[in-house]
C-alpha cells in the first residue's frame, strides 16, 4: 500500500459515518518511508502477567502493518480505491500459562493515520480452556459494540456507546505522533483485554492522562488501574515497554499486581509471506520459540 492522495478527507456515508475531529495531519516522508516499505514491524516482549493473584511468565508481541480499510464494510480492503481509509493497524497478543491450561490474547485496532478521527474498528479475542470471548467496535454514527461469551452474565450483546477516546487507540495514536496523544482528565474506554478478564462493563470511564517526555500513563480511579508506557523519543516512537497495575485475583483474594512487558526485539518483515517451515527461524529472532 502506498501513501497516496494527502488531500482526501476520512471517507463516510450516511450509514457508516467516520467524522474528522480535527485537522488531519499529512504524513510525513520520514513516516512514508517507514510505514509503507511493504512490511510489518513485529516487537516482541518478555510478558509478566497478573493473573488470578499471582505473577504469570509469557511473551507479547505487536505487530503494526498499514493497510487500506473499508468503512462500509468495516475491513481490510483487497484493493485500494477512493472509498478506502488509509490506517495504521496494530494486532497485540499475548501468550501466558494459568496452572494446567494457557491464555491467548488478540487485540486489533485499526487507527486512521490522518490521525484526525478515532480508531475505525476494534476488537478482541481471549481464548482459554474453559471457552473463549470475543468483542468487536465499529465506528458508525456511535460506536456499535458486539460482545460475545460463555459467561452467563455476559453472554450476547449488542449496543451503542457515544464516541470517545479508545485506550485501545492510543497505542496506534502513540505511533503516528505521541504529542497528539489526550492529556488531562478525559473520559476512556478501557482496553477490551482488560474489561473481558475483570468483567466490568464496557463504558467510558474518567480517568487522568500525562505526558512526561518518552512516558505516557493513564490513571483511572473508579478502576483502581493504572498504565504506563514508555517509548522511544524519537520517530518511529516504538514502545520500550509497559505496566498495567490493577486488582488481580477476586473476592477476598485480590490485590493490587502490576503486569510488565518489556522489549525483547524488533524486526521488520512481510510476515505472511513468511509461512514455511524454514521462516520458523525468524520467531528465535524474536526470542519468541
Not at 4 to 32: C, G, H, R, W
Not at 215 to 225: A, G, H, M, V, W
Not at 243 to 252: H, R
Request: charged share 25%; net charge negative.
Amino acid at each position: 500500500m502506498a501513501c497516496k492522495n494527502d488531500s482526501k478527507e476520512l471517507a463516510y456515508n450516511s450509514e457508516n459515518k467516520v467524522e474528522p475531529l480535527k485537522t488531519k495531519e499529512t504524513p510525513s516522508p520520514e513516516f512514508k518511508a517507514y510505514w509503507y516499505g511493504g512490511e510489518a514491524e513485529i516487537t516482541s516482549y518478555k510478558l509478566e502477567q497478573a493473573r488470578y493473584g499471582e505473577i504469570r511468565e509469557g511473551k507479547a508481541v505487536l505487530v503494526y502493518v498499514t493497510e487500506d480499510f473499508l468503512p462500509e464494510k468495516q475491513v481490510k480492503s483487497d484493493t485500494k480505491n477512493p472509498s478506502t481509509i488509509p490506517v495504521l493497524k496494530l494486532n497485540a497478543t499475548k501468550n501466558f500459562l494459568t496452572g494446567i491450561y494457557p491464555y491467548s490474547i488478540m487485540q486489533s485496532t485499526f487507527y486512521p493515520i490522518y490521525n484526525n478521527a478515532h480508531a475505525v474498528k476494534v476488537s478482541a479475542s481471549v481464548q482459554e480452556w474453559c471457552g473463549h470471548v470475543y468483542t468487536q467496535l465499529n465506528n458508525k454514527e456511535q460506536f456499535e459494540v458486539t460482545s460475545h461469551s460463555y459467561f452467563e452474565s455476559e453472554a450476547d450483546e449488542h449496543f451503542s456507546l457515544e464516541k470517545t477516546i479508545l485506550e485501545n487507540e492510543l497505542w496506534v495514536q502513540l505511533r503516528v505522533n505521541p504529542q497528539s496523544l489526550p492529556t488531562g482528565t478525559i473520559n476512556v474506554i478501557p482496553s477490551f483485554e482488560f474489561t473481558r478478564l475483570r468483567h466490568v462493563p464496557i463504558k467510558a470511564y474518567s480517568a487522568v492522562a500525562v505526558l512526561e517526555g518518552n512516558i505516557y500513563k493513564i490513571e483511572y480511579p473508579e478502576l483502581n488501574r493504572s498504565l504506563t508506557i514508555q517509548f522511544h523519543p524519537n520517530f518511529p516512537y516504538d514502545i520500550l515497554e509497559w505496566e498495567e497495575s490493577f486488582n488481580s485475583g477476586f473476592g477476598n483474594s485480590a490485590k493490587i499486581l502490576t503486569t510488565k512487558a518489556t522489549k525483547l526485539q524488533t524486526i521488520k518483515s512481510a510476515y505472511w509471506q513468511k509461512n514455511g517451515n524454514e521462516d520458523e527461524i525468524l520467531r528465535e529472532t524474536l526470542q519468541l520459540n
